[in-house]
């Protein structure tokens, strides 16, 4: 290797040192791509759009969201109630509540869970 090539090498890799701790910040679009994954799959789960809408936190920003249960390193963790279409606007009791595990960078389902709610119940035991 020429010295002119060992130079440009070190100038290249002191580079990519240089921004790796730049790359190593959160995504800040996981949060949004996680909460899209944890709505979709919870409506592919629970027979599709025609049957199944989750609670409208679940179309919401992210940030402050009270269906957002948990964010840290193991992910972001929702729960949220769902049921028919118009359940929330016709006021009708929801019929299912939903854990969904997204990873840390909103790109893949870790674990979900769905529970019916039982008819006169306020709440199943997802959310106790």
Known sequence: MHLASLAWLSLISGGLMLTSPAMAQEDPLAP?????????SAAAAN????????ASCMFKNP????CLAQQDGN???????????????????????????????????????HQAIEAGSNEGELFN
């Open 32 to 40: 949004k791509r996680a909460i899209n994954l944890a709505r979709s």
């Open 75 to 113: 992910g972001f963790e929702f729960k949220f109630q769902g049921g028919p279409p118009g359940w929330e606007v016709l006021g009708l009791p929801a019929t299912v509540e939903s854990m969904v595990l997204v990873s840390p960078d909103g790109k893949s389902v870790i674990q979900e869970l």
């Open 47 to 54: 027979g599709g759009l025609r049957l199944y809408h989750p």
């Open 63 to 66: 940030t402050n969201n009270p």
